[in-house]
């Protein structure tokens, strides 16, 4: 299975500015994707990254609040912008591994102040 | 939005006893899996099940599978404190179009009490 380093880890941020979380993984895979998971919250599907198209995001997230890049089939970053406290939540990236199921990110834990 | 329900949402139990979550879905899939989440962070795979299998083992783990009921269950037997930890169930889309994303359950917390 693959392995997926995401940074970064953990970070305080205040309201009005921008993140941008990595995700690299060891591996090319077409797809990669990013989830939310809001405090005390089951884990919700942002957008699908493919390399060399756009991202399709799911409904209620929008690529002007959550831009994704995928410049090559190993790497992707997702920026959370203009954040508010309401964005705080912990951010996944994960890519499917086929019969091993989904490997994810170690998830950075995003609190805006 | 989420696929379907788990229940129970949180369970409590001693070291030794077994734990059984259960997950509902509500469409067509292709696999349902299972994960754990230590302490908000990331996510780990512990069984797949395709749809076409009725139960599946692998160590301490059994789950099964009803596509008819539309649910699945997830067993740990002879449980340890170190298997405290957020279960969630994931489905996988009937249709590869569907973009190969999972939609997961709410989630079932679990302790166990040394």
């Known amino acids: 299975s693959a392995v997926i380093s995401q940074k970064p880890s953990r970070d305080i941020c205040q309201r009005g500015t921008s993140l941008t979380i990595q995700c690299q993984v060891d591996s090319q895979v077409t797809m990669m994707f990013w989830y939310r998971q809001q405090p005390g919250q089951s884990l919700t599907l942002i957008a699908t990254?493919?390399?060399?198209?756009?991202?399709?995001?799911e409904s209620g997230f929008v690529i002007d609040k959550f831009p994704i890049s995928r410049p090559n089939l190993t790497f992707s970053t997702l920026t959370v912008s203009n954040m508010s406290p309401e964005d705080s939540s912990i951010y996944l990236c994960?890519?499917?591994?086929?019969?091993?199921?989904?490997?994810f990110g170690s998830g950075t834990r995003l609190t805006v102040v | 939005s989420q696929q379907g329900e788990e229940d129970p949402q949180a369970l409590s139990i001693q070291e030794g006893e077994n734990a059984t979550m259960n997950c509902s879905y509500k469409t067509s899939i292709n696999n349902l899996q299972w994960y754990r989440q230590n302490s908000g962070r990331g996510l780990v795979h512990l069984i797949l099940?395709?749809?076409?299998?009725r139960e599946k083992h692998s160590g301490r783990l059994r789950v099964t599978l009803d596509t008819s009921k539309k649910s699945s269950s997830l067993l740990i037997t002879a449980s340890r404190a170190a298997d405290t930890a957020s279960y969630f169930c994931?489905?996988?889309?009937?249709?590869?179009?569907?973009?190969?994303?999972?939609?997961f359950g709410q989630g079932t917390e679990l302790s166990v009490k040394p």
């Open positions: 994960s890519v499917d591994t086929g019969s091993y199921g989904y490997t």
């Open positions: 990254a493919n390399q060399g198209s756009e991202a399709t995001y």
């Open positions: 099940i395709r749809s076409n299998e």
């Open positions: 994931a489905t996988g889309p009937q249709r590869y179009n569907q973009g190969g994303k999972l939609i």
